[in-house]
């Protein structure tokens, strides 16, 4: 049996090594954690910024003898060149090979930045994860352990690029750009595109592509009777009540102020005159919680093939006008040539 001074010693050394080895099991992922939490955790704004330039000098701070950043290089690379750059991917390289790469390929700079660091005899990690932190944690803990394993002498990035969040958001500025704010519905910023699509299928599958306008008859009236609020109410039921009886696979977009527009694709002249006179019923019946009923002219234009947005949306709009001109709640059709016939 060994002496007791000879037991504690052996104790207090089999601890020292195993906190030893709990504090740097630790350590490295904390650190990587650390560079991210509070350089790249946060909102949109941050995310804008999270550049490989922003990157690179935050590793620089934290490690001035691994990145050089002189001549206005950072790491071996031209400050405009990685400007802008956003940092996605995950490289794991060590001498002249790489040893982990996941995602999509690097952009250019980046790729030249990598290839400076194997070039310098450099191990680099650059980490893009998910946004939650259980899969960051355990990103970075391979980063380490890869790192460990080859012997990496350099720093290891490690980037958390909330790609979720950036897809949501990207998701929520094109509804924006794409949508009135007012009635949900689309713009006519999208009309364009719309069009030239929906005409290349009608063209492909010999279809027909009909153009619906219509415009609120005096409309001026409620606003000033009612207010600019009940106003808005009224043309937010509007858009709700069309919209639930075109088809699927119509477009209804909301074109200016109480102007509205429908693409009503598969559709000829015979059935683009049968869907502006149920319109036209269907908006002159529905209450609109007000003392006056609400009416709405109609124009409506067959697009020939070859016809582009521009005359067809004219074609439509003359119609229209011709409606209002001969006493609203009704419409006119359009040909191409502009000339209209009563409905
Ligand atoms: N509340 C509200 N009013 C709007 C909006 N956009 C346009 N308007 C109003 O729509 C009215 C359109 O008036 P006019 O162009 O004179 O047409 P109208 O009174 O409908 O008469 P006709 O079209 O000739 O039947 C104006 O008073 C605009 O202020 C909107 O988003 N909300």
Same mark, same amino acid.
């Given at each position: ?99 982990? #790469? ?64 950036? +897809? ?19 713009? +006519? ?8 699509? #929906?005409?290349? +299928? ?18 001026? +009236? ?36 109480? #102007? ?76 191409? #040539? ?6």
């Amino acid at each position: 049996m060994p002496p007791r001074g000879d037991r504690s010693l052996a104790d207090l050394l089999r601890l020292v090594v195993l906190t030893l080895v709990v504090v740097t099991a630790l350590a490295i992922p904390v650190i990587h954690f650390d560079v991210q939490r509070r350089y790249l955790d946060g909102n949109l704004a941050t995310l804008s910024v999270l550049t490989a330039e922003q990157l690179m000098r935050q590793v620089i701070a934290r490690d001035p003898e691994f990145w050089v950043y002189e001549d206005g290089r950072i790491g071996g690379l031209l400050r405009d060149e990685v400007r802008g750059v956003a940092v996605r991917q995950v490289v794991y390289a060590e001498g002249g090979e790489a040893v982990v #790469e996941i995602g999509a390929p690097l952009p250019a700079p980046l790729l030249r930045q990598r290839q400076w660091l194997l070039d310098a005899g450099r191990s680099v990690g650059a980490l893009e994860t998910s946004a939650s932190l259980r899969p960051l944690l355990r990103d970075s803990l391979l980063l380490a352990l890869v790192l460990a394993v080859i012997g990496g002498t350099g720093a290891a990035l490690l980037c958390r690029y909330p790609l979720a969040r950036l +897809r949501r958001a990207e998701r929520d500025i094109r509804y924006l750009a794409e949508h009135d704010p007012l009635t949900g519905l689309l713009n +006519r910023h999208v009309v364009e595109a719309l069009f030239e699509r #929906e005409t290349a +299928r009608a063209r492909r599958h010999h279809l027909q592509l009909s153009i619906i306008i219509f415009d609120i008859d005096h409309f001026k +009236r409620v606003n000033d009777q009612h207010g600019h609020d009940c106003g808005d109410r009224v043309l937010r039921q509007l858009a709700g009540l069309v919209s639930r009886h075109v088809r699927a696979s119509d477009y209804l977009v909301r074109w200016g102020g109480e #102007e509205f527009l429908v693409l009503s694709t598969h559709t000829d002249l015979a059935m683009a005159r049968a869907l502006v006179e149920k319109l036209r019923r269907l908006v002159a019946a529905h209450d609109f919680g007000l003392p006056q009923s609400i009416t709405i002219s109609l124009g409506v234009c067959a697009c020939s093939p070859g016809q582009g947005l521009q005359r067809c949306v004219s074609c439509a709009d003359a119609a229209m006008y011709r409606a209002k001109r001969a006493g609203r709640n009704r419409w006119f059709e359009g040909d191409g #040539e502009h000339s209209v016939t009563e409905g």
